[in-house]
């Protein structure tokens, strides 16, 4: 039974997260330039940097978040099952144990297979945290650890 | 015996009952179509929805096959969308028979197949005779009992189980009308449905003025306008009593029409639940499927020294779309509870209970959160009403009480076998999940907690209520939440899930 002690993500996936969220900032960034311009009655010379400034404030926030966010996340696998440590203000501990995991998916997206990366979804029989996902593992890592885990289930019929 | 492998159609009486279930599907846009509308344009939408009623049914009738398979029972529907559903004897949760006064007219019955899988029934088969009811609930029985053995041994069973069949076991528990009266009372079930009609009735000008001219050919002329503040306490106090009445005989003739009778016993490894009086269930539940056991009981409840005992199975199967049975107990004595709890489930063993209190301390995080949300209601009214909004104050020694009530009530048990929460100031609710039935364990901290050394545990079970989990420990000591969840991590990897 392989085990090793807490881990971080890969270090791209902070790319990738911060990416991902950089586009979604543009979309967020959208109302309120939308309603500062009109608070203020703004001309179009203004709205275009106005948006471009809420742009580089929220990303700021965001970014300073990421870094926390990214400091937080971590994972172990040990005797007992795969353990996920999350949150920066909402600090969250999941307990997956071995021979709970019903099944096991590995998704990726277009930006983290640029990374070579990949995110792990196991599937218990609960009912609220029934799905839990773990991003930013290496491609092997994540087809590693699905194999640990679904490997040691095997030995127990867990039916 | 020979199992068939050729398709079973559905009984010929099927057609009615397959109708009635459509029409009570659209029962909604029926009585939009009849209150909601005026006019002439009623009867198209009546006869709209008993057309598609009609075609609903005879697709549902004609392409409707089951069969049973040596290991599973398979069901083939549909003509657009067929679909060919299997399911394996040894998956099945839940077994329900339904009869009310119309099946039993055609002797006939409605059969629920539940799995662990999501919120609808794996099969409903409405509607089939009640031999081949008892036939399937024998085939089913004996094959999933027999998972292991070989299929000799299989056929062996299937013979001898014709005598056993007819043994009455003893019941574990059996209600008296006089029970079941007294859990209509405490249950004031009638109390939601009449509060909507009549707030519903009560916005439609038609139904008012006909209301209030019924009244009156009782009492005489009201002349509302000049009432004094006394006439107004009268007539109020007197309306007041007179809905609570109907609500209570309402109330006691729901419990009589659900839990009429209501008989538990236990047939080898499974629970056997009877009840109903126009409408009768029998339900069939493996004893080793149930995820989790919840004692509850309310200030009603304690004047009369009795609880209510509801499990929950995996099939998350709710009353609007199947037949669903919690049911363990609607009202018990508690002694007799603990005990009932213990013969169905030997795991839990009452002396090995010990409960921990949180932490002392919790009470003010309590308060100033109960605090928190008066003040939120407070706002507005200073705002519309000035000083009076700050009568509100007065509700903050009650907040006071409440907090000190809510943290001396609840608690948590954790040994080798089980895990168990109680909860709740006024309405009282024990949890029970045996470890083996843990799926998974989360710890959370929010920065409130944070600034408590506190933390909050939750466990996961399968066909647990989403929305509100039942054993969700908060307000605990951080340490000793770490210690709790190193510990149940351990047990729960050790111990065998069986579903």
């Not at chain 2, 809510?406 to 929460?421: F, H, L, P, S, W």
């Amino acid at each position: 039974m392989k085990t090793f002690d807490f881990k971080s993500l890969e270090k791209d996936y902070l790319k990738v997260f911060r990416i991902s969220y950089a586009i979604v900032i543009l979309l967020v960034s959208m109302p309120f330039t939308i309603t500062s311009s009109v608070f203020w009655d703004l001309s179009w010379l203004y709205r275009v940097p106005m948006f471009f400034f809420l742009w580089l404030l929220f990303y700021g926030f965001f970014y300073w978040y990421s870094v926390h966010w990214f400091k937080a996340y971590k994972y172990t696998l040990t005797e007992a099952g795969l353990k996920i440590h999350k949150g920066v203000f909402w600090q969250q501990q999941n307990m997956i144990p071995r021979n709970r995991v019903q099944h096991i998916d590995i998704t990726t997206g277009p930006l983290e297979r640029r990374y070579d990366l990949s995110k792990l979804v196991v599937h218990t029989a609960g009912t609220r945290n029934a799905t839990i996902t773990l991003p930013g593992l290496l491609q092997e890592d994540a087809a590693d650890l699905r194999q640990e885990l679904i490997n040691s289930n095997q030995k127990e019929d867990t039916v | 015996m020979e199992l068939k492998t050729k398709g079973y159609r559905l009984h010929n009486i099927s057609p009615l009952f397959l109708f009635i279930e459509a029409i009570k599907k659209s029962v909604l846009p029926l009585l939009i179509g009849i209150v909601g509308t005026s006019g002439d344009k009623q009867d198209f939408i009546i006869i709209a929805i008993a057309s598609l009623a009609s075609v609903i049914t005879i697709v549902q009738f004609w392409f409707y096959h089951y069969w049973l398979e040596e290991d599973r029972l398979v069901v083939k529907e549909g003509i657009l969308f067929k679909s060919l559903r299997q399911v394996p004897y040894e998956r099945i949760q839940n077994l329900n028979v339904e009869k009310n006064v119309l099946h039993r007219l055609f002797n006939v019955a409605t059969l629920q197949v539940e799995s662990a899988s999501g919120v609808k029934p794996e099969a409903v088969i409405r509607v089939i005779s009640d031999d081949q009811v008892k036939f399937i609930q024998r085939v089913i029985k004996q094959r999933s009992n027999a998972v292991d053995e070989t299929e000799e041994k299989v056929e062996v069973i299937v013979n001898d189980d014709n005598d056993t069949e007819e043994t009455v076991m003893p019941p574990l528990y059996q209600m008296s009308d006089k029970d079941v009266a007294t859990y209509g009372f405490i249950s004031h079930r009638a109390l939601v449905p009449i509060g909507i009609v009549a707030s519903i009735l009560s916005q439609n000008d038609y139904y008012r003025n006909k209301f209030i001219s019924m009244l009156q050919n009782f009492v005489g002329e009201l002349h509302v306008e000049r009432w004094a503040i006394t006439e107004w306490i009268i007539y109020g106090l007197a309306f007041a009593f007179l809905m609570l009445v109907t609500i209570w005989v309402s109330s006691i003739l729901l419990a009589f029409l659900k839990l009429y009778q209501f008989r538990l016993a236990r047939q080898d490894n499974n629970l056997h639940a009877e009840m109903g009086l126009l409408t009768k269930i029998t339900a069939n539940i493996p004893i080793k499927r149930i995820q989790l056991l919840k004692i509850k009981d309310s200030p009603l409840h304690r004047y009369f020294k009795r609880v209510s005992v509801k499990m929950e199975t995996a099939g998350g199967v709710t009353e609007q779309n199947g037949i669903s049975m919690s049911w363990i107990a609607p009202l018990i004595s508690k002694a007799k509870a603990e005990r009932l709890i213990t013969v169905i489930q030997p795991e839990v063993d009452w002396k090995a209970i010990s409960w921990l209190g949180l932490e002392p301390r919790a009470w003010k995080r309590v308060f100033k959160r109960v605090c928190f949300f008066i003040l939120l209601i407070m706002a507005p009214l200073l705002y519309f009403y000035q000083g009076w909004g700050l009568l509100m104050l007065i509700l903050f020694p009650l907040a006071f009480i409440y907090a000190k009530a809510y943290v001396n009530k609840a608690g948590y048990a954790a040994n080798d076998e089980i895990i168990a929460y109680r909860q709740g100031v006024i309405f009282h609710t024990i949890s029970i999940v045996k470890v083996a039935k843990i799926q998974n364990i989360s710890y959370t901290q929010t920065p409130f907690d944070r600034r408590n050394d506190m933390a909050r545990i939750t466990v996961d079970t399968a066909g647990s209520n989403p929305i509100n989990q039942d054993i969700n420990i908060h307000y605990l000591d951080v340490r000793k939440v770490n210690d709790l969840m190193k510990r149940l991590s351990i047990q729960v990897s050790e111990s065998k899930f069986v579903w």
